[in-house]
């Protein structure tokens, strides 16, 4: 990075979209600019707009609003043969009908230069010529050699291999010495071998051409391997942009940090000054978050150290365990939320152990926080434990048209009966279905409010309960105090109940 | 003694037992083709090289290749097939190309109006179009022209239906590919769709070329009865003149012309399928 010409913007997206004629907005207000002589990727799940905003680039697809600048010229309505832009495509796209060669030198023999001549007066003067046959040759000979694949100018595309094909599509692109080379997932197709060998291969070549090369993929580690920036996309929109270092180490929201490398994400909340309480423990972190805010806690598994039982934070049970080569990964139940770890030691299944994370290995999110997230269980009586509390609810959610027998069995709709008792599930709350009440045997838990926000025209709440600390977040119009002890009232029919694992019958 | 007897008897039926698989399903179809292909192939062969009397002679070739009449026939007949192919890839191609382009062939709609006609029996349209020609009064000036036209009305859904198929299961890539490395939307279609699509074309020449050398039905309605082709011919020698060797010697020399020109459109759609496949 140090050689290239700081801050040069080779291409500036501006607000750009892309709505389809089916209503589906692929890329969605972007704004990012690419420096000259980068390696940017594109990363992201299918379907989250970064081929759609390549294809923009290259000129293939319009914008339906906003603007490319090339060298700070808008190019957005230019048809795609007018752009100093070229494109491996993801099925390499060579022309069947002409060998390796005339592949190549396809982009060539169009290409139009201006050639400056003397006559016999001395007067300069211009003609725009093709080039010329030698010419093509060489530089199809020199791409070929890039690619190392001499002594291949006549073979037919189709007797080549996966790995060939798409060394052609690249030498066929590099040749016509492209401002960009954008790349669409072009090791898709290969195999995990041939694909470590090419990206190595690839970013060498980008280090000898100098050229800005565009590649989208959905494969992180590629993305991490190769790039020297990368920008990460869900649903049309830029997540995060930054190197792969900072991809990894400060991902920006839970997304980012799930998509990229493996990690637990734990909900949590912020308890006082850089401390955060998630899974039943308050740990030091290095983040300031204001106090009682619910965040995304994301611990990488290899930052989880295993100790001896006692000796560390918190305590579980080692519940699986599989060796993965250098390492073993092992997953720990805490309560009920499991955490993935990674040691090269390995703990047996069933052994009790203690974790210890260090407070800079914890990183901590900012959660756009819109209903209440409890992990509960159905008791005997068909009613549902969470949040410390015990509170009535309406099971025959969990199977869409069962009902209830008189026994308090639970009837599907195809007839099977099944007994919900100790059944783990996901509760959501809503923030607008929780009241409160002085009177504390009224709800299904009792705890103190802890915080009181105005917003605007109502205040949000929060309600945390004794024994394991659980909070309650809702709206309300009405003005309570801070430490005020009271009881959770939650109308059944606003309790929604997923299951966790769908039940053996 | 009895035990053995039972076993003998056991061997025989399962000797008797067939395994029915996919070779035998090949029977009843192999039969149908030595009876009505290869036999009737081996007897035009016969008669060929036969003369009246059933000695082996080589007159029916010699009196084929020595008269005016049979070897003008012969080129007329190519002549028009020739034009009517030609002229049936010029008015398909585009038509092909916009069927498979167009958004509003979705579930080709619109390709099944094109190709509707082929449904309708041919000697009804052959009529119908002739009496539409003569009302419109373009059917007095040229016999060859009005055969001309008569053909290329049949055949044109044969060759709109392989060019179409060609183009519609062609990559979009392509076409990307080529704009990307710097050529114009003509450049492209000259240089990457056009080439692609020769094994279409190919196949819709081969589907219309062979069959307007022989249909005499189109020949005689729209010639007035004045253009004879080799088809014509051929009838003739089997009915009018009941000339059986010579209609054969016919018939087997038009065999060798199908096989030849077969032969050369055949080189264009293997070799197209060859690179084409599975990029």
Request: hydrophobic residues 40%; charged residues 25%; proline residues 3%.
């Amino acid at each position: 990075m140090a050689e290239l010409k700081k801050n040069e913007k080779i291409i500036e997206l501006i607000d750009l979209t892309r709505q389809f004629e089916d209503g589906v907005v692929a890329v969605d207000n972007l704004n990012l600019y690419i420096r000259k002589g980068e390696f940017v990727t594109f990363l992201g799940p299918s379907g989250c707009g970064k081929t759609t905003t390549l294809r923009m680039i290259a000129g293939f697809d319009k914008p339906t609003s906003g603007k490319i600048l090339l060298n700070g010229e808008d190019i957005s309505l230019l048809p795609p043969n007018k752009r100093p832009i070229n494109t491996v495509f993801q099925r390499y796209a060579l022309f069947p009908h002409l060998n390796v060669y005339d592949n190549i030198a396809f982009g060539l023999r169009l290409k139009k230069i201006k050639v400056t001549y003397k006559d016999k007066n001395g007067n300069t003067f211009e003609k725009i010529e093709k080039l010329k046959k030698a010419e093509i040759t060489k530089k199809v000979e020199k791409a070929l050699k890039m690619v190392d694949l001499e002594g291949f100018e006549k073979r037919s595309v189709s007797t080549l291999s996966g790995g060939q094909q798409q060394r052609v599509a690249i030498a066929r692109a590099i040749v016509n010495e492209p401002k960009i080379l954008l790349l669409d997932e072009p090791l898709g197709a290969l195999d995990l071998k041939m694909r470590k060998d090419m990206q190595l291969e690839l970013k060498e070549m980008h280090k000898k051409l100098g050229i800005t090369f565009i590649y989208v993929t959905h494969d992180q580690e590629e993305a991490l391997t190769m790039s020297d920036t990368i920008v990460v996309m869900k649903d049309g929109i830029i997540q995060q942009v930054g190197t792969p270092t900072d991809i990894y180490n400060e991902p920006k929201n839970s997304f980012v940090a799930d998509f990229i490398g493996e990690s637990n994400i734990f909900s949590g909340t912020i308890v006082g000054d850089k401390k955060v309480r998630f899974i039943g423990h308050n740990f030091d972190c290095v983040d300031e978050f204001e106090k009682n805010e619910k965040v995304d806690v994301v611990v990488r598994p290899e930052d989880v150290v295993l100790l001896d039982e006692g000796k560390g934070q918190v305590d579980g049970k080692i519940v699986s365990s599989i060796f993965k080569g250098v390492h073993y990964e092992m997953i720990m139940m805490v309560g009920k939320t499991e955490i993935v770890c990674q040691d090269t030691v390995e703990r047996k299944v069933g052994e009790k152990v203690s974790l210890h994370i260090e407070p800079d290995l914890i990183h901590i999110m900012a959660k756009e926080f819109s209903s209440n997230k409890y992990d509960g269980y159905i008791t005997k009586k068909n009613t549902v434990c969470f949040g410390d509390g015990e509170f009535e609810c309406d099971v025959t959610q969990l199977y869409p048209g069962s009902f209830l027998d008189e026994e308090g069995y639970l009837i599907t709709a195809e007839g099977d009966k099944i007994d919900l008792t100790d059944v783990d599930v996901n509760v959501e709350v809503g923030l607008k279905d929780i009241e409160i009440s002085d009177d504390q045997d009224a709800g299904g838990a009792i705890g103190n409010i802890v915080s009181m926000i105005y917003k605007g025209d109502h205040y949000q709440l929060i309600v945390r309960t004794d024994e394991n600390e659980e909070d309650f977040v809702f709206d309300t119009e009405y003005t309570w105090n801070e430490n005020d002890r009271v009881s959770v009232i939650i109308p059944k029919e606003k309790i929604k109940l997923t299951l966790k694992q769908e039940i053996k019958r | 003694m009895t035990e053995q007897n039972t076993q003998k008897s056991e061997q025989k039926h399962r000797k008797f037992r067939i395994a029915f698989s996919r070779k035998q399903l090949c029977i009843p179809y192999g039969l149908f083709l030595v009876l009505f292909v290869v036999f009737p192939l081996l007897l035009i062969v016969f008669y060929a090289f036969t003369d009246a009397d059933g000695g082996i002679s080589f007159d029916n070739f010699a009196r084929f290749f020595t008269n005016t009449t049979t070897l003008s026939t012969l080129l007329i007949s190519m002549l028009l097939a020739l034009a009517t192919t030609i002229i049936c890839i010029i008015l398909a191609y585009p038509v092909a190309y916009i069927l498979a382009k167009s958004k509003l062939n979705k579930g080709g709609t619109l390709l099944m109006l094109f190709i509707m006609p082929m449904w309708i029996n041919f000697v009804l349209r052959a009529m119908a179009m002739k009496d539409l020609l003569t009302l419109l009064g373009i059917f007095r000036f040229n016999n060859y022209l009005n055969v001309i036209i008569g053909m290329v009305y049949d055949y044109l859904p044969f060759m709109i239906l392989p060019i179409y198929t060609v183009l519609v299961k062609m990559d979009k890539s392509y076409v990307e590919a080529s704009k990307d490395l710097g050529a114009s939307s003509f450049q492209t279609f000259r240089k990457v769709t056009l080439p692609l699509s020769m094994s279409g074309i190919a196949s819709g020449a081969t589907m219309v070329f062979m069959p307007t050398m022989t249909c005499y039905v189109i020949s005689d309605t729209f010639g007035n009865g004045l253009v004879t082709i080799i088809g014509k011919l051929i009838d003739e020698q089997f009915t009018t003149f009941q000339n059986w060797n010579f209609g054969s010697a016919m018939a087997l020399v038009l065999l060798v012309i199908m096989v030849i020109s077969m032969w050369i459109t055949g080189s264009f759609k293997s070799e197209n399928n060859a690179r084409g496949t599975n990029i």
